[in-house]
């Protein structure tokens, strides 16, 4: 039997790039769909997650980041937390964040520092695009910073053994560079998973 | 990846089961509203009818060349001549949103209005996703309210008919090459029209110093970009601050206003960057907006600001 089609949905948070997630993941040759992020995890049938970034304040108005946690502690395919998704994950995880000491808007240059399986065969600085108020402050147990920018030393993080990945910089947005290879990164992540289970 | 000839067949399809009766279309003459009229016209012919609203805020020459292109495109089509209205809705007003509340709901009663009239029971719109991206509700934050979706009053008495909500205008920009519109590569212009490139309560003073600014800004981009100096932007107007200066013109004193310059390359416009125009470009837009509008305008700026963190357009 020919395997189906790889399946990532997107959870969203209420950001201004949710739809252009969708719009990516849908470019790739992925089936996708936009999800409200009370969805149950149990209707979410799906190989992998992307948590949208969103207007809500990570450290103000957790709640409104819905099931997000849910999904983190139990879904068991890989997750990539964008922006508010990627601080969310941050401190559900054990770690901080708090409002950014120099906050980024727009273009950015970014450092990767481990390539790992997002940045693979990627340039060592690129530019990305930003919209963020606050950040990732503290990594959780178990995680690892990838890459940093000037006035943010938390871009990009993964946890060491399970599949959860996050991104302060949003890879979705035609200005940031080599945004779709990070995707096709992602969704390889999610294809070796399946493979797995 | 995207493909424009399966999105067309599958839309004309679609929309010739959802629309049963006669339809209006709220046509700008811009690129969405264009090919929507040329699917929906594909799908249902002539129960579809093409309404264009004067505002009284559009650019120099629109109404005539619009009339001309829905023309061309064999749609039926009817101009709404309604400035008057919006004018006197519009007094007053200085609040971004509030002008474009009233704006985007005074077209949806016009929109009624000529439906009634012809019998339609359907009205379709070339909302895109970022209008309703950035239109807010839900979780979502207010960025802007588009005309066509934060206008939608709660009694609207018209089935909406909205078949290019999940493209972005690249996308829309692809169909329409497959369908051979004229307007396909036209830039960008919000409904709100000159009225959200007056900062302040838009006048008709201040509206026919913003169209004329626009006019020469288009103008000289346009010429440069023919002659090979600069890639055309995305976008690229004139927005009308009421910030006044000093200056001296003719051994005078002057003291007049000033117009910013904007001109942004994008692909969805989700994200933008400002155009590097040529600096001899820029100084001809400067010289001739401020001999044509004498001692009304003495200084020219040029917005040097990327979206995030700005937007596009100045309200």
Same mark, same amino acid.
């Given at each position: 039997?020919f395997?189906?089609?790889?399946?990532?949905?997107?959870?969203?948070?209420?950001?201004?790039?949710? +739809?252009?997630?969708?719009?990516?993941?849908? =470019?790739?040759?992925?089936?996708?769909?936009?999800?409200?992020?009370?969805?149950?995890?149990?209707?979410?049938?799906?190989?992998?997650?992307?948590?949208?970034?969103?207007?809500?304040?990570?450290?103000?108005d957790r709640?409104?980041?819905?099931?997000?946690?849910?999904?983190?502690?139990k879904?068991?395919?890989?997750?990539?937390?964008?922006?508010?998704?990627?601080?969310?994950?941050?401190?559900?995880?054990?770690?901080?964040?708090?409002?950014s000491?120099?906050?980024?808007?727009?273009?950015?240059?970014?450092?990767?520092?481990?390539?790992?399986?997002?940045?693979?065969?990627?340039?060592?600085?690129?530019?990305?695009?930003?919209?963020?108020?606050?950040?990732?402050?503290?990594?959780?147990p178990?995680?690892?910073?990838?890459?940093?920018?000037?006035?943010?030393?938390?871009?990009?993080?993964?946890?060491?053994?399970?599949?959860?990945?996050?991104?302060?910089?949003? &890879?979705?947005v035609?200005?940031?560079?080599?945004?779709?290879?990070m995707?096709?990164?992602?969704?390889?992540?999610?294809?070796?998973?399946r493979?797995?289970? | 990846?995207f493909? &424009?000839?399966?999105? *067309?067949?599958?839309?004309?399809?679609? /929309?010739?089961?959802?629309?049963?009766?006669?339809?209006?279309?709220?046509?700008?003459?811009?690129?969405?509203?264009?090919?929507?009229?040329? /699917?929906?016209?594909?799908?249902?012919?002539?129960?579809?009818?093409?309404?264009?609203?004067?505002?009284g805020?559009?650019?120099?020459?629109?109404?005539?060349?619009?009339?001309?292109?829905?023309?061309?495109?064999?749609?039926?089509?009817?101009?709404?001549?309604?400035?008057?209205?919006?004018?006197?809705? /519009?007094?007053?007003?200085?609040?971004?949103?509030?002008?474009?509340?009233?704006?985007?709901?005074?077209?949806?009663?016009?929109?009624?209005?000529?439906?009634k009239?012809?019998?339609?029971?359907?009205?379709?719109?070339?909302?895109?996703?970022? =209008?309703?991206?950035?239109?807010?509700?839900?979780?979502?934050?207010? *960025?802007?309210? +588009?005309?066509?979706?934060?206008?939608?009053?709660? =009694?609207?008495?018209?089935?909406?008919?909205?078949? /290019?909500?999940?493209?972005?205008?690249?996308?829309?920009?692809?169909?329409?090459?497959?369908?051979?519109?004229?307007?396909?590569?036209?830039?960008?212009?919000?409904?709100?029209?000159?009225?959200?490139?007056?900062?302040?309560e838009?006048?008709?003073?201040?509206?026919?110093i913003?169209?004329?600014?626009?006019a020469?800004?288009?103008?000289?981009?346009?010429?440069?970009?023919?002659?090979?100096?600069?890639?055309?932007?995305?976008?690229?107007?004139?927005?009308?601050?009421?910030?006044?200066?000093?200056?001296?013109?003719?051994?005078?004193?002057?003291?007049?206003?000033?117009?910013?310059?904007?001109?942004?390359?994008?692909?969805?416009?989700?994200?933008?960057?400002?155009?590097k125009? &040529?600096?001899?470009?820029?100084?001809?837009?400067?010289?001739? *907006?401020?001999?044509?509008?004498?001692?009304?305008?003495?200084?020219?700026?040029?917005?040097?600001? +990327?979206?995030?963190?700005?937007? *596009?357009?100045?309200?």
């Open positions: 039997m395997p189906s089609i790889m399946r990532v949905l997107v959870v969203d948070n209420g950001g201004q790039w949710t +739809h252009r997630e969708w719009r990516v993941l849908r =470019d790739l040759g992925v089936d996708s769909e936009i999800v409200p992020n009370s969805t149950p995890l149990e209707n979410i049938k799906a190989d992998g997650l992307v948590l949208s970034g969103g207007a809500p304040r990570v450290g103000l709640e409104k980041m819905g099931k997000c946690g849910e999904y983190i502690d879904a068991g395919f890989p997750i990539l937390g964008i922006c508010a998704g990627h601080q969310f994950m941050a401190t559900h995880m054990g770690g901080k964040a708090a409002p000491k120099v906050p980024e808007f727009g273009k950015t240059l970014i450092t990767i520092d481990d390539p790992d399986d997002l940045f693979q065969g990627l340039p060592d600085t690129l530019v990305a695009w930003e919209s963020h108020n606050d950040e990732v402050t503290e990594l959780p178990d995680f690892v910073a990838l890459a940093h920018s000037d006035n943010c030393s938390i871009q990009a993080m993964k946890h060491t053994s399970r599949p959860l990945y996050g991104l302060q910089f949003h &890879p979705e035609e200005n940031t560079d080599n945004g779709y290879e995707f096709q990164a992602f969704i390889d992540i999610c294809e070796a998973s493979k797995k289970a | 990846m493909d &424009p000839q399966e999105f *067309i067949e599958q839309q004309i399809m679609k /929309l010739r089961e959802e629309v049963k009766g006669k339809a209006v279309i709220a046509a700008s003459g811009g690129v969405d509203s264009t090919v929507c009229a040329a /699917l929906v016209g594909k799908a249902i012919g002539d129960r579809l009818l093409a309404v264009y609203v004067d505002t805020f559009m650019r120099k020459g629109e109404n005539e060349n619009v009339s001309e292109m829905l023309r061309r495109l064999g749609v039926n089509h009817k101009l709404v001549d309604a400035s008057d209205e919006y004018f006197d809705a /519009l007094k007053g007003v200085t609040e971004p949103e509030t002008k474009r509340k009233i704006i985007g709901e005074k077209f949806i009663r016009i929109f009624e209005r000529e439906a009239k012809s019998g339609a029971e359907y009205l379709v719109q070339g909302t895109i996703a970022p =209008d309703w991206i950035e239109s807010g509700g839900g979780m979502r934050d207010i *960025i802007k309210s +588009h005309h066509n979706v934060g206008g939608l009053p709660k =009694d609207l008495n018209l089935k909406l008919v909205e078949p /290019l909500r999940d493209l972005y205008k690249d996308e829309v920009r692809k169909v329409a090459r497959a369908l051979k519109i004229e307007v396909a590569e036209r830039q960008p212009f919000p409904g709100p029209a000159l009225a959200i490139r007056v900062m302040g838009p006048t008709r003073e201040a509206v026919a913003a169209r004329e600014a626009c020469i800004v288009e103008e000289e981009i346009e010429k440069a970009s023919a002659a090979g100096k600069m890639k055309l932007p995305w976008q690229y107007f004139a927005v009308l601050l009421p910030v006044k200066s000093v200056g001296v013109q003719g051994d005078i004193r002057a003291y007049g206003y000033t117009i910013a310059v904007r001109a942004v390359d994008s692909v969805d416009a989700m994200t933008a960057v400002y155009s125009i &040529p600096h001899d470009v820029l100084e001809q837009i400067s010289i001739r *907006i401020t001999n044509k509008m004498k001692d009304k305008v003495n200084r020219i700026v040029y917005d040097i600001t +990327h979206k995030p963190p700005a937007t *596009i357009e100045w309200e």
